[in-house]
């Protein structure tokens, strides 16, 4: 007979969530988990996964930078739907939500929540879904338990469990507070535009907060609106936070879709609504980060020319087709702020950002227009998929030390590491690697807030302490630390940094010497040998080609710009 052996278990399937099928059934709706549950037979797999997920977690909710950004993130969802976040709406979450993180008891409250909770619209945070899945899936609390009862830290581990947890609860909070006002609104809209139905009875309050809800989960991520496919690629070894950007591309399609739907209802009060909601995502999600670094490069007298040259002159590949802020202190001294990291709406823009920027600085290489259109699509397709093909935090650290033999993929020294072949290190320096290859897995996986510490110190003071640092998993670097800056940035989640062109070059020149380097050890590896041909040969010295002129180009454009920047690079 038929075998209804496969439960779905995705939440965006409705009333069929949690019901047994066929597994070709399940196939058919989208259902992955054959793929996960393959990969995780193997208890290693789990413990790296586990760690993973450690590992993104202490970056995110154990980090108050992350949780500022996680709230500016969300007036970011409330502005680009056309709302204030600032209303009478935010009070009445705020209560529901404090009543819920301190066990106030106010069963009005509680039953609200678990009302929202139904209509799936809470405790489903799309930036941390898919660390809390990991967690779950991997049992890290369990695996803490029998650590702790082993070593006898029972009591010391519970409080940290505990802290942690709250931790989480309040990250979670952040993300509910505009979700429940962006509900109440919606509510509040409907049930003004539906007054004459809701008085005949074609309409009913409960069907108008389905619909109000409906809305919110397909305008504001929602981690229980990912396909299966998507949150199953949790459990590779590659990619960070899966969800959240797959969310962002939804929810921007269903904004302009709702607000199209809107305009073309007939109702007034919905045409009213659908021109707010696209203006606002006009505004906000499309316009607005452009716009304020506009204004932010008129009011430090930043040029266009100038801040494109800055942009080639950045040694972080990661901010030269970012979102750049501008300011200049009373003595004139210019900073920049990576607006990138702010804006959510980051990584829908970012991949056409990446592409003008790619097609200028090939035109500015004098490469023709095809070759230059075609690394324009390349690159602009990489930072699209960069957030599912990216290596992961502790994967990164894996790879810097085996691979990269003790090289960031920046192409930066790893601090403590000596370069050279095992068999032609010293006993002390294959120990110093050692070290520096557990500091550096550490620092993947040490709680994000503590990477702070060391930047305030030496902004305060001006000195560093080794000890601290590695503590921190973080080392501040040779760069002067401002300590207001610093307050503003712990402060706000927004941080400013300092222009420093001669090192900013420096770090240019350096990152081009490693890569360069890399690339005659690649070209030796895969071309001469044994087993090598004149294939090998021909194909490694035409890849390796390639890749030297791409770094040229780079260091070339730094150069340049440099020099329009007032910078002497042959003295610098």
């Known amino acids: 007979g038929i075998r209804y052996s496969t439960q779905l278990k995705d939440p965006s399937l409705g009333i069929l969530n949690g019901k047994f099928v066929t597994p070709e059934t399940s196939a058919m709706l989208g259902q992955r988990q054959l793929f996960g549950d393959q990969l995780i037979k193997s208890n290693m ?62 069963v009005k409250s509680q039953e609200y929540y678990q009302k929202l909770r139904r209509l799936d619209l809470v405790d489903n945070s799309a930036r941390f879904g898919d660390i809390r899945a990991l967690m779950k899936e991997q049992d890290i609390e369990g695996l803490l338990d029998k650590a702790s009862l082993k070593l006898g830290w029972q009591k010391g581990v519970g409080k940290v469990k505990k802290a942690t947890s709250k931790l989480q ?51 504001i991520p929602n981690y229980s609106m990912v396909p299966t496919g998507i949150k199953e690629l949790r459990k590779l070894p590659i990619g960070n936070y899966f969800s959240f950007p ?72 990661f901010q030269k087709n970012s979102t750049m802020l501008y300011y200049r202190d009373e003595e004139g001294n210019l900073f920049t702020n990576d607006f990138s990291y702010v804006d959510p709406y980051d990584t829908i823009k970012r991949p056409f950002v990446t592409l003008l920027h790619e097609l200028a600085d090939g035109k500015r290489t004098e490469k023709d227009f095809e070759d230059s259109l075609l690394d324009a699509t390349s690159e602009a397709m990489y930072e699209f998929f960069r957030p599912f093909i990216e290596e992961a935090l502790l994967t990164e650290a894996t790879v810097d030390i085996t691979f990269r033999r003790g090289r960031t993929k920046e192409g930066y020294l790893i601090p403590g590491w000596t370069e050279g072949e095992v068999g032609e290190l010293s006993g002390d320096e294959r120990l110093g690697n050692i070290m520096a290859s557990f500091k550096h897995v550490y620092a993947s996986l040490a709680p994000g807030f503590l990477a702070q510490v060391p930047k305030i110190r030496k902004a305060r003071t001006g000195e560093e302490r080794d000890w601290l640092n590695a503590l921190a998993g973080a080392k501040p670097g040779s760069r002067e630390y401002d300590l207001q800056a610093e307050i503003l940035a712990n ?11 001669e090192k900013q070059l420096k770090q240019q020149a350096s990152r081009y010497t490693s890569r360069v380097a890399d690339v005659r050890t690649n070209f030796k590896r895969n071309s001469i040998g044994a087993s090598k041909t004149m294939d090998h040969f021909v194909t490694s010295y035409r890849v390796a080609n390639e890749k030297r002129y791409r770094h040229w180009k780079d260091l070339t454009l730094a150069f340049e710009s440099a020099q329009r920047l007032g910078l002497d690079p042959v003295t610098a």
């Open 246 to 317: 797959a969310e962002m591309v939804r929810t921007s399609f269903h904004i302009v879709r709702q607000a199209g739907k809107e305009i073309a209802s007939g109702n007034p009060l919905l045409i009213k609504r659908g021109l707010q909601r696209g203006a606002g995502f006009s505004a906000v999600g499309l316009l607005g980060a452009k716009g304020l670094s506009g204004l932010t490069k008129s009011i430090a007298s930043v040029t266009d020319e100038e801040a494109d040259s800055l942009r080639q002159l950045s040694p972080y590949t």
């Open 491 to 501: 402060m706000t989640g927004i941080r400013w940094t300092p222009v420093d062109l």
């Open 169 to 219: 609860e309040i990250y979670i909070a952040e993300d509910d507070f505009f979700k429940i006002l962006n509900f109440e609104k919606e509510v509040a809209t409907l049930r003004n535009a539906y007054k004459a139905e809701l008085k005949n009875g074609t309409r009913t309050l409960t069907s108008i907060e389905e619909e109000a809800a409906t809305i919110v989960r397909n305008t």
């Open 45 to 106: 797999y789990r413990y790296a996964l586990a760690a993973k997920g450690y590992g993104q977690a202490s970056k995110t909710v154990l980090n108050h930078i992350t949780h500022l950004r996680n709230s500016l993130g969300g007036v970011f969802f409330t502005l680009a739907n056309g709302r204030n976040p600032i209303s009478k709406e935010g009070k009445e979450a705020y209560k529901i939500l404090r009543n819920k993180l301190r066990n106030q008891g106010d």
